[in-house]
């Protein structure tokens, strides 16, 4: 019954916050992912591993890169860090999803009859 | 580029991937542990939270994928697996295509090069030859050289002309070189000036014939074949300069031609130039072939034009002596017909190529409707597979293209091992063609052969696939899922499209076979044409040349001519000799001119109609085994008194006196100055340029007259061919004791084509032989492969139907019933298909007229012949598969279910 209520998030979504993470912090995958739950107070409900398909999608298109490096737990990590062009792209998508946002909550307010 | 570099970095990333998911769950799972969770559970829970590491790994490589061609060559390992399942069809049928296609390849390699690649010269397809035809003279027409030119045609034509940039004549023939090693006689050809500005391909070594050379009574000079120079000095470069006895005249070699080079379409040795004196020239001389080069934008049609307006100046500026009209030639009618010199060069060999490359074709059809049919077999065998792919989600289109991928793959492979064929292929029609081929030596598999079998292949691979590929796997389906299995008993629907292609195969073997029908009658209404000669395998014949610097005076010619035939007659095993200035067939041009009967009238007085003349020695109709039909033949004594006698062919005699007995004791000249030559004898008929042509009208001359060639004085002609005729003829042993015997008279005569009658004759009905043995290969394939194709119908179609023969076995049909059944389908299939082959060859074997002979494109007895061969055979091929059928076991044949 709690699959019910959990939604899928939409296409972009997940990379539009991995995008916001990383330009706050370059970050391994396994931090990234934890930074979002833990962000999101877990309302959000993603697989672990769904963060990796995403995170391919932006290095083909060249928004993020990725280094091999140690982390501060001597842990071999790979750790990826935003792209100008990247930084460009999180800020055209934030905006649109910002006016999407706005439409459709103004769409839900209760309306005024 | 970035793909590019992403294709090679792939195993990196995916390694990447790997590692880094794996580093994933650890930290996870470490932090688990730290928390106070068993290590078991801790790893349990990282995947739970992870998810499918599989699909993530999968998802995440699919990024960097390139999605249409990974699902491609998925689709083409699936094929290729699909074909490796089953090696047998996949060996048979790729089989078949290769003989397809390295057949096709290797015919289209010839037509290519010889019908469709551009002669070896510069800008080739400004060069002409200078045809012209005279329907006007009489006894011409029979001639299918057309009016050659003579050379005070070609001086007009040279100085006078505004369509062309050069222009010349030339003409072949023979010669004796002596002083180097034993004396040999050569090919020549006589040029002049014009005819190497023409063709414009500079020499190999040394510079070419030019004006300088050509001046009467300048200097001797003399130009050496590629082939010639090497066989003969061994490409030794110093040979410019020195000298070399042609025909016992000393002749400075200038230079090489390039290797390869032909003067038209002919091979030579050595290279003369003519050098015509304008002062002795009169209009008549009609010897020569004509080649030029037409200037830039000028079409044939205006050079046409420009050659008929110059004809006026030409008989204007010219005479045949006092007291004759020049403008008489208008009677002749004289037309230009100046045609590419490509068609010059491969002349009537087009006709057979193009049938062949046609038959070739067919045959072609015929395996990939075999294919196509096994293809169907098969797929109906993997239907259920295709059903449950369906089902499975599998779009049609692609599972057509899956098909199709097949289908092609096993052309593609077809292609490949044809190919290789086709390079065997080549060198078996280059021994089995004719050895007149022209341009035999350019025949290769270059690019464009290659292009054209990649093209083949590919459309065959789509031929192939395409039908079964819409039948079993379009939209409809998913209904074999439901169908499949043991209810599906045959319905007409399921066998219609095989039906189809073994009808169409039954009907193409068809054409095939009545073409082949059509030439084995040609080859043997040919065989027994009587050629004019008799046993032509135990006739040797040979040419020798007395040159005029070797032995002046004419009588003496003669006399050592007589002194040959006589050592000749006395060699062992020989019955009889003689000579002749050309044997029929040999390929030497015949000469002709205008010959006037005592009690006929003509027109002037000038020129009478045109026939062949020959010149024979006593003992000579006896050797060849050309019969006398009435009077008597020369003796030695009328040659040596030069008496004024003649002998004609019987054609000639009825055409001038209606029978040949009345021939006799009428008299015959040759020009106006000549003194009266009384009829001897009448000759039968010879074939004089092949049996498949008409035997010209022919006069012939003893071999020594007071009046040859227009000269007061006696001569001789100078080069003949010898005729003996012998059992042992052609052994090497023979062979040998008759160049001793020819020596033995004179040391310094060269033999040349020494052949027996039988290689001649052969030769010149090599195209018709060629033909014959190329529509027969192609008819074999197309008989086996139509027997195969329904055999193998017949043979599924019982397969299939076992349960529904076994039910009717089991309610009381008797085998014979059975065995009926099975034959009728057969028949009908059979019957269909040579009903419309019939229609089919009725059309197609039109465009063969030309490669016939006594026997017309329609002949019905071949038609009925073949149509009832086929049906036999197809019946046959039933019988084997109906046999079975009837001895169905009905009891086992149910049990199967």
Known sequence: MKKTLQRDLFPGALEMMILRVLKRKPSHGYALVQHIKRTSDDLLQIEEGSLYPALQRLLKAELVKAEWGVSSTNRRVRTYRLTSAGAKHLEREVSSFERMLEGITRVLAPGES | ?897
Not at chain 2, 793 to 802: A, L
């Open chain 2, 1 to 897: 580029m970035s793909w590019l570099r992403q294709l090679f970095s792939r195993r990196r990333l995916y390694k990447d991937l790997s590692e880094e998911i794996h580093e994933h769950l650890e930290e996870k799972i470490e932090e688990l542990v730290a928390g106070g969770m068993s290590r078991k559970d801790a790893t349990a829970a990282a995947r739970r939270a992870f998810g499918n590491v599989t699909l993530t790994e999968e998802d995440s490589r699919n990024v960097w994928r390139w999605p249409s061609v990974e699902e491609l060559l998925a689709d083409v390992r699936y094929g290729l697996r699909a074909l490796r399942r089953n090696p047998l069809f996949t060996v048979v049928a790729s089989l078949t295509i290769a003989i397809g296609i390295g057949a096709n390849t290797a015919v289209f390699s010839v037509v290519n090069s010889v019908l469709l690649k551009p002669l070896n010269y510069p800008n080739a397809e400004q060069l002409v030859s200078l045809h012209q035809i005279a329907p006007g003279a009489p006894g011409l027409a029979d001639f299918e050289s057309g009016l050659h030119l003579s050379p005070s045609m070609y001086f007009t034509y040279a100085e006078h002309n505004r369509a062309f940039q050069s222009l010349g004549v030339w003409v072949t023939g023979t010669a004796s070189v002596t002083g180097v090693a034993e004396p040999e006689q050569v090919r020549t050809v006589d040029v002049s000036d014009g005819v190497l500005q023409a063709l414009d391909v500079p020499p190999a070594v040394g510079r070419w014939l030019s004006e300088a050379d050509q001046v009467p009574r300048g200097p001797q000079r003399v130009m050496l074949s590629y082939g010639y120079w090497q066989r003969r000095f061994g490409g030794d470069r110093s040979i410019v300069g020195r000298n070399l006895t042609v025909d016992a005249q000393p002749r400075e070699v200038v230079g090489v031609t390039h290797k390869g080079f032909r003067l038209v379409d002919t091979d030579f040795d050595v290279m003369v130039p003519v050098a015509f004196d304008r002062r002795n020239l009169i209009l008549a001389g009609f010897g020569f072939e004509g080649v030029a080069r037409m200037k830039p934008g000028f079409t044939i049609a205006e050079a046409n034009a420009d050659l008929t307006r110059m004809l006026s100046i030409w008989m204007d500026s010219w005479t045949n002596g006092p007291g004759t009209n020049p403008h008489f030639y208008e009677t002749w009618k004289i037309t230009p017909m100046i045609r590419p010199l490509k068609r010059e060069v491969t002349g009537n060999v087009s006709d057979v190529l193009w049938v062949v490359m046609g038959t070739i074709g067919l045959v072609m059809l015929i395996a990939c409707a075999n294919v196509t049919n096994l293809l169907l077999a098969r797929i109906e065998a993997r239907q259920q597979e295709l059903a449950v792919r369906a089902a499975l989600g599998a779009g049609w289109v692609r599972m057509v293209r899956g098909l199709l991928l097949e289908s092609m793959m096993l052309a593609l492979m077809g292609g490949a091992l044809g190919a290789a064929f086709a390079y065997a292929g080549v060198r078996l029609l280059l021994v089995i063609g004719p050895a007149n081929l022209p341009r035999l030596s350019e025949i290769s598999l270059d690019v464009r052969t290659l292009g054209f079998t990649v093209v083949l292949a590919v459309l065959s691979g789509l031929i192939l696939g395409l039908i079964p590929a819409l039948k079993y796997a379009g939209p409809l389906a998913s209904l074999a899922l439901r169908s499949g299995g043991r209810a599906a008993s045959a319905s007409r629907e399921r066998y219609r499209a095989r039906n189809i292609l073994v009808v169409a195969q039954v009907a193409m073997a068809l054409v095939l076979l009545v073409s082949a029908g059509l030439m084995i009658r040609t080859f043997r209404a040919l065989r027994t044409v009587d050629p004019g000669f008799a046993a032509p395998q135990h006739l040797q014949v040979m040419r020798i040349s007395i040159p005029d610097a070797l032995v002046p005076e004419p009588e003496r010619v003669l006399r050592i001519q007589n002194e040959i035939v006589e050592k000749l007659v006395a060699t062992p095993g020989v019955q009889s000799a003689g000579l002749v200035s050309e044997m029929p067939m040999e390929g030497f041009d015949s000469d002709w001119d205008c010959i006037f009967a005592q009690d006929k009238t003509y027109p002037d007085n000038v020129m009478a109609p045109l026939y062949l003349y020959k010149h024979i020695s006593p003992g000579f109709l006896q050797t060849a085994g050309t019969r006398l039909i009435v009077g008597r033949e020369f003796t030695w004594n009328d040659v040596y008194g030069l008496r004024p006698l003649v002998m004609i062919s019987e054609n000639l005699a009825r055409e001038l006196w209606g029978t040949p007995a009345a021939a006799i004791g009428k008299q015959l000249r040759e020009f106006p100055s000549m003194p009266w030559h009384q009829v001897i004898g009448v000759i039968q008929d010879v074939r004089e340029r092949g049996v498949q042509e008409k035997a010209p009208e022919i006069v012939y001359w003893p071999p020594m007259m007071a009046y040859l060639f227009g000269r007061k004085t006696a001569d001789t002609v100078r080069t003949v061919t010898f005729v003996i005729r012998s059992e042992r003829a052609g052994t090497e042993g023979f062979l040998n004791e008759v160049r001793q015997a020819v020596w033995s008279v004179n040391s310094n005569l060269p033999l040349a084509s020494v052949r027996t009658m039988e290689e001649v004759y052969d030769k010149s009905g090599a195209r018709t032989s060629f033909t014959l043995v190329m529509l027969g290969i192609a008819g074999a394939m197309a008989l086996v492969l139509g027997i195969i194709g329904i055999y193998g119908v017949i043979s599924y179609t019982v397969s299939q139907r076992k349960r529904e023969i076994g039910i009717r076995l089991a309610l009381g049909a008797q085998g014979g019933d059975v065995l009926q059944m099975v034959l009728k389908q057969g028949a009908k299939m059979a019957l269909v298909g040579v009903a419309i082959g019939i229609g089919a060859a009725f059309a197609l074997t039109r465009l063969m007229t030309n490669l016939l002979f006594g026997v017309t494109a329609h002949d019905p007895v071949t038609f009925a012949a073949v149509a009832a061969v086929l049906i036999m055979v197809a019946l046959l091929a039933c019988y084997i598969p109906a046999r079975r059928a009837m001895l169905v076991d009905p009891i086992v044949a149910l049990r199967y279910e």
